[in-house]
């Protein structure tokens, strides 16, 4: 029996020392952060796992309620689902103020979660309040105003920003987020965002292909923050999203920019997948979109600038870091994340639709086929309460 357990002590010795030599070291703190924590993947409260940087709020603008708030219940259908899994809140603005709002078990109005893939879409407005603000020429740049690492490389040269945002640069990356050890898990638990996405070449010529990638938006992320530090030394992407779009809005709370590691080491944000803000914060930006890019009538954002974004390009529902299906009976456009996190915007009724909580229904789909079949639930739940 002895030997049996040296024997077995031998090998787990012998795997973690595989794992740690072959690169993994991040393996760890993906375990302890998940399985040790009773989860299978990353999940909406996970802040704690990980340093942590503001996004600091000004003057709030608190959201109108509507005269209907929360006069009307869900379809019992709909409450059932959303309690089976596990949502944190539900959210249905229409004309800029509140018709319902409902938040599950221990969560609230003041619950910050985690915007999981959601973070692409903030990424990519705040990179283009950046274009407007002169740190970066166009939106359209190149990579290598601002990554000479791809200088040299002829697919990467010949790549730009913008087909960062569409997923179709050609940057080599591939997308798993259950497989303990690959690079996204690596991105999302390991510790040199940019090292670890500038050391992927492009594996093929930018602008013939769309290919979802987290990868391709921290590289995005990193072409923001040398563009920000290059002209204003010392500024973040945290507290350039502060100063250029949350004060702005009016958020109701500070947010939460979780880092690779600590700042002061060289640390950045992760801009593919990680603020941790409410449902209500969330639901502006819907509602900016919505609005063209205005904000309290005045231009946020240029109108030509969110109309390019909400059109498909190489993929029919798939934008600039946005998705959507304009072939729907109330066609819409969404932000989405890990774990169903969305912000949906249904243009015609004016609606903004908001659904954050641990989990949700992986395998079924929509008409489209890509779209989750609750995508086009929480829409009809939505038309149904307002209509």
């Not at 060289?266 to 941790?276: D, K, L, N, V």
């Not at 190489?314 to 729907?328: A, E, I, K, V």
């Amino acid at each position: 029996m002895k030997k049996l357990v040296y024997g077995f002590l031998l090998l787990l010795a012998a795997l973690a020392a595989a794992i740690q030599l072959g690169g993994h070291g991040y393996f760890w703190k993906a375990l302890a952060s998940t399985y040790f924590q009773g989860h299978s993947t990353a999940h909406i409260d996970d802040a704690h796992n990980f340093v942590q940087r503001s996004i600091a709020a000004g003057v709030p603008q608190a959201w109108p309620k509507d005269a209907r708030y929360n006069q009307k219940a869900l379809d019992p259908a709909m409450a059932a689902y959303l309690q089976q899994y596990g949502t944190a809140g539900f959210l249905v603005a229409q004309k800029g103020a509140l018709v319902h709002e409902q938040y599950f078990g221990a969560y609230s109005a003041q619950s910050r979660t985690n915007s999981f893939s959601m973070a692409k879409t903030i990424t990519t407005l705040q990179v283009h309040k950046a274009v407007e603000q002169g740190f970066i020429s166009s939106f359209d740049a190149p990579l290598t105003e601002r990554l000479p690492e791809y200088a040299q490389d002829p697919r990467g040269q010949k790549a730009t920003v913008a087909q960062l945002s569409s997923m179709k640069s050609g940057h080599d990356w591939t997308e798993n987020y259950y497989l303990p050890l690959n690079i996204t898990t690596d991105l999302y638990y390991g510790q040199d965002a940019e090292k670890l996405v500038l050391g992927q070449g492009f594996e093929r010529e930018a602008g013939t292909e769309y290919e979802y990638s987290s990868g391709t938006t921290q590289l995005l992320g990193v072409f923001l923050k040398r563009a920000l530090q290059a002209k204003e030394p010392g500024l973040t992407i945290s507290g350039h999203l502060s100063r250029s779009l949350w004060v702005p809005l009016g958020m109701e709370s500070e947010a939460i920019y979780t880092l690779d590691r600590d700042g002061s080491q060289g640390g950045m944000e992760r801009t593919y997948c990680c603020i941790f803000a409410t449902a209500r914060d969330f639901a502006k930006f819907g509602q900016l979109l919505l609005q063209d890019g205005q904000w309290n009538g005045q231009p946020l954002l240029d109108k030509a600038f969110v109309e390019r974004i909400r059109k498909p390009d190489l993929q029919p529902y798939y934008g600039h870091s946005l998705w959507m299906d304009w072939t729907y009976k109330h066609p819409f456009y969404f932000l989405q994340g890990h774990q169903g996190q969305y912000v949906i915007v249904v243009p015609s009724l004016e609606l903004v639709v908001v659904r954050t909580g641990q989990t949700r229904d992986k395998k079924t789909k929509g008409p489209n086929g890509i779209t989750p079949a609750e995508v086009y639930r929480f829409v009809d739940q939505a038309v149904a309460l307002v209509q």
